[in-house]
């Protein structure tokens, strides 16, 4: 049973390896790339919410909390981030809190970069309570939960290590372009003391991401009312690999998006966005269809919230933008 216990713990931290992928990327820039940080027009709070394949038993949900304000003085930009990511209806539960950096260089009118760090603490906790042994399973009835297991509890159930990422964007009027190193030092995550193998820590994540943004209409508060945006979003960890292509699109105060996610050799779903802003608040909801060999009806998709709300008057944001209008194009991501 052991061994059981080790290959489940070992299982677990094999699929919670793998960082959370935000279909709204760009409502999770903090998570994206250090270098995002304070691109935005005025400071704001971050929500987001993701509940993935709930059809499926102890499906994952993550949830994620930012600040980020610029420092237009100091060419900076400063973020908080607190991620949750919760497996097995808390059963493997990681948490990521971390400071963001990003120094602004203006290379000329029209290209600037970006380069940012990311340094905070990383935790993974097993709640022991919650798994159900051999031995507390009757034979005719199934499961007996009430029964106590005879299973040695292990001394460590619960360890906090440091991480550190870093990233670089560089942008222009109409284009921008980034690239990303999450876990640099390569936190150990695991539990056990076991197979030396076992404790490379959480792999290195490469993150790619390219786009732009044309106008598709006048503008009357600094930028245009109507504009798309298409996008490209590349991942690699561990040997997986997931791109996401497709746009987004904003006319006045509602906009949408429609993208798709290919990982590995195979397609993975269509991911579809519909959004609402009002005045310094903007609320999103995504949905992630199935069109791998698991189907939707397998999996139940996956459900996207996110919610930012900016701590300026709509008046204050409107000078701002007009201000700014000409000097980059991350319209999607404010």
Known sequence: MLLVLIFSIGLLGLLSGQDVSFSQFFAAPLHLNPGLAGVTDAPRFSLNYRDQWPNWPNAYRTYSFAYEQPLNALNSGLGLRILTDDAGRGIYRTTAIAGVYAYHIKMRD????????????????????????????????????????????????????????????????????????????????????????????RPLRLTAHFGAQFSAGPGNIGRAQAFISPSILYMRQAGFSQVTAGAYTGFKSVFGGLWYRHSGQNPDAIIGLVGYRYQTIRIGYSYDLTVSGLSVGTTGGTHEVSFTISLADSDALARKRKSNRYNDCFALFK
């Open 110 to 201: 029209d290209l600037s970069i970006r380069i940012g760090i990311d340094a905070g603490v990383f935790q993974t906790r097993l709640d022991w309570d919650k798994l159900l042994f051999g031995d507390q399973l009757d034979p005719i009835q199934g499961d007996n939960g009430n029964q106590l297991t005879q299973e040695n509890r292990p001394d460590n159930l619960e360890r906090t290590v440091v991480d550190f990422s870093t990233g670089m964007v560089v942008y222009g009027r109409t284009f921008y372009g980034g690239i990303a190193l999450h876990h640099l030092n390569r936190p150990d995550e695991n539990l056990l003391d076991v197979n030396e193998n076992l404790r490379a820590g």
